[in-house]
């Protein structure tokens, strides 16, 4: 059943050679609850089925000459929305799967808290968290953006291509003085990425990023440090933690180490120099 919110909210997804059968689930939980779907393809290999999945569930499809990546993306979809005069945007990834409350929660989250930029779910919730509460570190997977507030703080930076392009909204719209939300009553079915588990020295299980994925990690982590650590330095340093992290890893655990070793000179590099775009 939909809701005001719902009236009022465009839906981009983004897809790269999805997982069809995936993609159909997305949808379909997608517009049991908004009307307004647009899907915009970065020049998937499998166009002709996602084409044909978009027409029999009558979801509008944009499809990009090239792989321009998430940001780029997300702005035609965000395009669309101003021109359309939407109040808000709903950012998907095609793999993810939205539940039945989605948009019930976000608009009691609404009506309970005022001066809202953005509303995002509790990736990790815990015992004693509140049920709505304050964070930058918000996925644009079931983020739903107030438009107005996208326009006056700025697009998504498309020179990210990919990952940390939702942290860097999110903190530009926390530094205009709006609200950064999440609630632990919203859960997605959520995949991040392509990964392989792997074991630690310690025998911890953990899933690592393909090494490009993790350039675009380590190397977006370093220009969003620059670009925030004044303004938001705590969180900053947590970021730059996390980047560490992952450089380890990759270091460690995976194949092809001497190659991944100037994999990740290059990626401090290039954020330290702004050498972005599409590796």
Known sequence: ????????????????????????????????????????????????????????????????????????????????ASRKKFGWLLTMDQDSIIPKNLSAEYQKVLESHDNVGLIGW????????????????????????????????????????????DDDINIRVRNLGYKTLITKKVDLHHQLG???????????????????RVYYIVRNGVVIFKRYFFSQPLWMMYEIKNNIREGIYLLLYQPNKFKNFFLLLRAWFDGLTNRLGKY
Not at 14 to 23: A, G, I, M, Q, Y
Not at 24 to 39: D, E, V
Not at 131 to 155: A, F, Q, T
Not at 194 to 212: D, E, S
């Open 1 to 80: 059943m939909k809701n005001a919110l719902a009236e009022k909210t465009f839906v981009v997804v983004v897809t790269f050679n999805p997982e069809v059968d995936l993609l159909k689930k997305n949808l379909r939980a997608i517009s049991s609850q908004f009307a307004n779907i647009l899907i915009v393809d970065n020049d998937s290999k499998n166009i002709a089925e996602i084409e044909k999945l978009a027409a029999r569930l009558n979801v509008k499809i944009e499809k990009l000459a090239e792989n321009f990546g998430i940001a780029k993306a997300q702005n035609v979809g965000l395009a669309v």
């Open 122 to 165: 509790n990736q990790q919730p815990r015992k004693n968290d509140p049920e709505v509460k304050d964070s930058w570190w918000i996925i644009s997977s079931g983020c739903l953006y107030k438009i107005s507030v996208l326009e006056e703080c700025g697009k998504f930076d498309t020179k990210l291509f990919i990952d940390h392009v």
């Open 194 to 212: 392509t990964r392989t588990l792997h074991k630690t020295i310690r025998g911890a299980v953990y899933f690592a990023h393909n090494p490009v």
